[in-house]
């Protein structure tokens, strides 16, 4: 491995990672989740923590491995999530926000089984709060990084979001496309920056991906000189 020979270029900062899914629970037995595994947050910690970050990893129900070096949170709802990132934030130098956070939770969380009845049923949701969209309002000298998971119309709704969440930049990937987004090793991603800033990766391991993609923000952003 060639783990040695990188250059330490986030040496001295704090990185601070959230991946996979959230759950929100219905009842005891029961919650509303989504597809993510992990595996692109995950592969984003093991880059920071290659290149010499200290790297916090907060993340929902998943089953990977913590990578080396990383200190892994473990959490489950949204809310678990956002009170953990805002606990790293003020020492935080970048958070990047790989998670699949839930936007809807169930508005009660029954005691007990629910039990089936006769005919349909419905479960009233409410809004989470938006982590990302959080962070940016209390953004201070921290680097924010947003992904985000569309299925069309990629690059209108990735900058909707960076400029709505007030992040520094939003990672795109198409989730309709095969061998790319949730369950696959790989992934293709266009990068969207404030000023217009545009940038597509070719089809890629993650783990190849999130060392070029930390590498491409730490030297455009100078992070290392900060
Ligand atoms: N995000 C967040 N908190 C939420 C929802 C999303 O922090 N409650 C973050 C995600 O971690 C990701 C970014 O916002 O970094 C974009 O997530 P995405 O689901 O693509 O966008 P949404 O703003 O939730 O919009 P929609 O799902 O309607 O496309
Ligand atoms: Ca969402």
Redesign the pocket.
């Known amino acids: 491995s060639d783990f040695f020979a990188r250059p330490k270029i986030l040496a001295g900062k704090k990185v601070v990672v959230?991946a996979g899914p959230t759950r929100e629970r219905i009842d005891p037995v029961r919650f509303l989740t989504n597809f993510s595994s992990g595996k692109m947050g995950y592969a984003m910690a093991q880059a920071a923590a290659e290149m010499g970050a200290e790297t916090i990893l907060i993340s929902g129900p998943v089953s990977l491995p913590v990578p080396s070096g990383v200190r892994r949170i473990s959490v489950e709802s949204?809310e678990d999530m956002l009170n953990a990132v805002k606990a790293e934030y003020a020492s935080a130098d970048v958070v990047i926000?790989t998670?699949?956070?839930a936007?809807y939770r169930p508005i009660t969380v029954e005691a007990q089984k629910m039990k089936k009845k006769e005919g349909g049923a419905a479960i009233e949701l409410e809004r989470?709060?938006?982590?990302?969209q959080t962070l940016g309002q209390e953004k201070s000298h921290q680097l924010l990084i947003?992904?985000?998971?569309e299925t069309n119309d990629v690059a209108h709704?990735a900058k909707g979001?960076l400029v709505r969440?007030n992040a520094d930049y939003i990672i795109a990937n198409d989730v309709s496309e095969a061998q790319a987004g949730f369950e696959s090793d790989t992934n293709r991603v266009t990068v969207y920056g404030k000023d217009d800033f545009e940038y597509s990766f070719e089809m890629m391991p993650k783990d190849e991906l999130a060392r070029r993609l930390l590498q491409m923000i730490v030297e455009r952003e100078a992070l290392h000189d900060r």
């Open positions: 959230t949204a926000k998670a699949a956070v936007d989470t709060v938006d982590i990302l947003g992904f985000a998971a709704y979001k969440k």
